[in-house]
């Protein structure tokens, strides 16, 4: 049973930062890309940033370049957001994605994750 279990959510006031986790279990990590979505209250879920299986690319929205940071640990099966300088349009439920290295690394831009987890909170307060 494959599962993606986010956490680190929660309320932080503009200019603070927040580090979000997702832990992974069920599947061969290393063989999945990963990345993360937001869902904002009343509109669509997008795109945030993303890794390659290898660690070596990134990639992330306009909005959140030069303050957010996507990460992974093979050891401990998770993948990690560092974000910094939270301003109130990054109020959201974030949310983690999984797709299999099958498919190519830009995947995020046109496919649907093949997993997806239970999403978590983040609230910023002006």
């Known amino acids: 049973q494959v599962q993606l279990v986010e956490s680190g959510g929660g309320l932080v006031q503009a200019g603070g930062s927040l580090r979000l986790s997702c832990a992974v279990s069920g599947l061969t990590f290393s063989a999945y890309h990963m990345a993360w979505f937001r869902q904002a209250p009343g509109k669509e879920r997008l795109f945030v940033a993303a890794i390659s299986v290898t660690g070596a690319t990134t990639a992330y929205v306009d909005s959140v370049k030069g303050r957010f940071t996507i990460s992974r640990d093979y050891a401990r099966n998770t993948v990690f957001l560092q974000m910094n300088s939270l301003e109130p349009d990054d109020t959201a439920v974030y949310y983690c994605?999984?797709?299999?290295?099958?498919?190519?690394?830009?995947?995020?831009?046109?496919?649907?994750?093949?997993?997806w987890g239970q999403g978590t909170p983040v609230t910023v307060s002006s």
């Open positions: 994605a999984a797709k299999s290295y099958t498919y190519p690394y830009g995947w995020y831009e046109a496919l649907e994750p093949d997993y």
